[in-house]
């Protein structure tokens, strides 16, 4: 076994009895060998979750701890990891914070099977082990292609922002895309955009409420307006460890150190964390809230919110709502909002990079 500290002591024991068990079969040492080609040389983190999930399904078929079977195969790989993410010329420092990642979600498993040690978000971890996301302090920073179905606007003298809403899409009363939180669908909007003689006509997002604007078309004239971002550029995500710490010092040092390596100045994020309905729950000198108003915010349809997996648990279902036991003040703040008949969003959005 490797000898490293991104693993718990609870965790290298485990890992240690599993390898002597898994590197006597022949498979799983084929079924390595093309996890590693996959994720180290041709650099494909899906392919290579593909490989280890399917080892996963050949694991259960001889009774053995599938879920074991990427914090083997992670052991395995390891020093060569770590000297290859070197070679990308990424600090010491941010080499070893990134790959703490993987003990955070080791932890996440244990929680729902009964202290188990065990991976199964094992294609987000894959994405850190190829250099792809990394974490600067508190926060993790991706290059991604942007997707949102909005043109980013800035305009040329104010510098103020908008995003119109590309055409197509479907939104209800409230300015949230039709299906989601499954919620009851009154009236329908479809989306427009369109270029007339120079100017922009659709629908904006109100940037506050992370809705659209349905009453009404707006326009911009391209010659006030410059395009910031459109769907299929190149942008940079931002994502929030569990347990970051989200105080403002951190969150500036962690944009300040994370600048440098990133050409693109357009942050953007998906995340529970950026619903505005948390002001209703959290106090307004909530490091929560303070990081929430941080960006400009933009809808995004999803089924349930994700506040509910991330704060009530990755079990939890609204029918459990009423007898469930809280053991934070989220929780009971929560629970108590979603009783009086609220709703929460998961919610997008971006920030420029100055």
Not at 18 to 42: H, K, P, Q, T
Not at 100 to 119: A, F, M, N, P, T
Not at 142 to 157: A, D, G, I, S, W
Not at 189 to 199: N, P
Request: charged fraction near 25%; glycine fraction near 6%.
């Amino acid at each position: 076994m490797t000898e490293h500290s991104i693993f718990s002591e609870q965790t290298r024991t485990a890992v240690a009895a599993s390898s002597v068990v898994f590197e006597g079969d022949a498979y799983f040492i084929r079924n390595y060998s093309r996890c590693r080609e996959l994720l180290l040389i041709e650099k494909n983190p899906d392919e290579a979750a593909e490989s280890v999930r399917l080892g996963i399904m050949h694991a259960r078929l001889l009774h053995l701890d599938g879920f074991m079977l990427p914090l083997v195969y992670i052991d395995w790989m390891l020093p060569e990891l770590i000297k290859d993410l070197k070679k990308q010329e990424i600090p010491d420092t941010v080499i070893m914070e990134s790959l703490k990642d993987i003990e955070i979600w080791i932890q996440s498993y244990r929680k729902y099977h009964q202290g188990q040690v065990g991976l199964d978000r094992f294609e987000w971890v894959f994405r850190s082990l190829a250099g792809m996301v990394r974490r600067f302090g508190s926060l993790q920073f991706e290059e991604v292609t942007y997707e949102f179905p909005f043109l980013l606007l800035k305009n040329r003298q104010s510098e103020k922002l908008k995003a119109l809403a590309y055409p197509g899409l479907i939104a209800d009363q409230d300015g949230y895309f039709a299906g989601t939180n499954a919620r009851k669908t009154v009236s329908k909007v479809k989306t427009l955009l369109e270029c007339r003689e120079g100017t922009l006509c659709g629908y904006s997002a109100d940037l506050e409420r992370g809705t659209l604007i349905v009453k009404q078309e707006t326009s911009y004239r391209m010659e006030d307006w410059e395009v910031m971002l459109v769907p299929g550029e190149k942008a940079v995500a931002v994502h929030i460890p569990e347990g970051a710490d989200l105080s403002p010092d951190s969150i500036d040092a962690s944009l300040h150190a994370a600048k440098s390596y990133y050409e693109n100045r357009i942050l953007v994020c998906e995340s529970w964390m950026l619903d505005p309905h948390l002001e209703f729950i959290l106090p307004q000198y909530s490091r929560l809230v303070n990081f929430m108003h941080r960006f400009y915010k933009i809808p995004v349809k999803a089924d349930r919110p994700q506040i509910l997996e991330r704060v009530m648990g990755f079990d939890f279902t609204m029918e459990k709502l009423l007898e469930f036991p809280c053991t934070t003040s989220l929780q009971s703040s929560l629970k108590k909002y979603l009783l009086e008949g609220n709703e929460m969003f998961t919610t997008a959005g971006f920030m420029p990079w100055k």
